[in-house]
């Protein structure tokens, strides 16, 4: 069989909102995903002998069970009774720790690889369990286009797309963030029901009306306090056209939404020392073409 090389998206988060810290641990959240065509490629392929041959071009990343790649390979593995070798090739496009999900969207994909090398699918809820179990953004890489989620994340309802939109994304030289680190800076006053109420009534409309403007992130006073780069990134985006701005996810990418390539085009050259992406949103019909043939 030739090797199966598939794309891995993106995302940016058009709204999210943190509620406040969950008894398991974990934080309420509601947010709107999009994927867009930024994307990493890896390729698949079945081998004689058993085992995960894993392979990336980005030395920084684990090349071992840390990988979430790797671990959602052997998750499927176990689950389609896949007895032969999976060697995995990973180029890496997304930036890594930028809250773009390339991680998480790795791991679906190849999740959803394992299923098109064994020829048959898994049932859709363990399907979504393993996904789970591999990361709170996982879930969402296995249906893409635009989405509410809620709880962790997790939880999906697919959202209408909205028009295309074009994307600059901004990933600040020498800056990173850590999911761990935006959720301790985190204030306790803006983790309540009480404070989230007025933020929810705006995230609803923000998700029957499919527009990105106002962005509203909870992430951005805490990272733009101690990156106050990324604030002056936001602001000249949207000084230059962008219809909307925000922090992606937990950052420290920085990404505004154009109507038009040419906006996008001049927006991006204000940018010359940092790693600057072009592209557009991806409909779910196109993200699981893509994906799944």
Request: some cysteine; aromatic content about 6%.
């Amino acid at each position: 069989m030739a090797p199966l090389r598939l794309p891995a998206f993106a995302k940016i988060n058009e709204g999210l909102c943190v509620l406040g810290r969950r008894p398991d641990g974990y934080h309420e959240l509601r947010t709107i995903f999009q994927t867009i065509g930024l994307h990493d490629v890896l390729e698949f392929s079945l081998e004689r002998g058993g085992g995960i041959r894993f392979e990336c071009d980005d030395p920084a990343l684990p090349a071992g069970r840390e990988n979430l790649v790797w671990r959602s390979v052997a998750a499927a593995r176990r689950a389609l009774g896949v007895r032969a070798a999976v060697r995995v090739r990973l180029e890496k496009r997304i930036p890594v720790g930028r809250g773009l999900g390339g991680g998480s969207s790795d791991a679906a994909v190849a999740l959803v690889a394992m299923e098109r090398l064994a020829r048959r699918k898994l049932e859709p809820a363990a399907r979504m369990r393993i996904a789970a179990d591999l990361g709170s953004d996982v879930p969402f890489f296995l249906c893409g286009g635009r989405a509410l989620g809620l709880g962790r994340g997790e939880e999906l309802y697919p959202l209408a797309d909205a028009p295309k939109r074009f994307v600059v994304v901004v990933s600040p030289a020498g800056i990173a963030v850590s999911t761990r680190e935006a959720y301790g800076w985190l204030r306790a006053p803006a983790l309540t029901m009480r404070a989230a109420a007025p933020k929810l009534r705006r995230f609803c409309a923000l998700c029957s009306s499919g527009q990105g403007n106002p962005l509203e992130n909870d992430f951005e006073a805490a990272v733009f306090t101690r990156h106050p780069r990324l604030a002056r990134i936001r602001r000249a985006l949207l000084e230059h056209g962008a219809a909307g701005a925000a922090l992606a996810g937990s950052g420290s990418a920085v990404f505004g939404e154009f109507q038009s390539p040419a906006q996008a085009r001049r927006a991006a050259n204000l940018f010359p020392d940092d790693q600057v992406f072009i592209t557009e949103t991806v409909t779910r019909e196109e993200y699981l073409r893509a994906i799944e043939g």
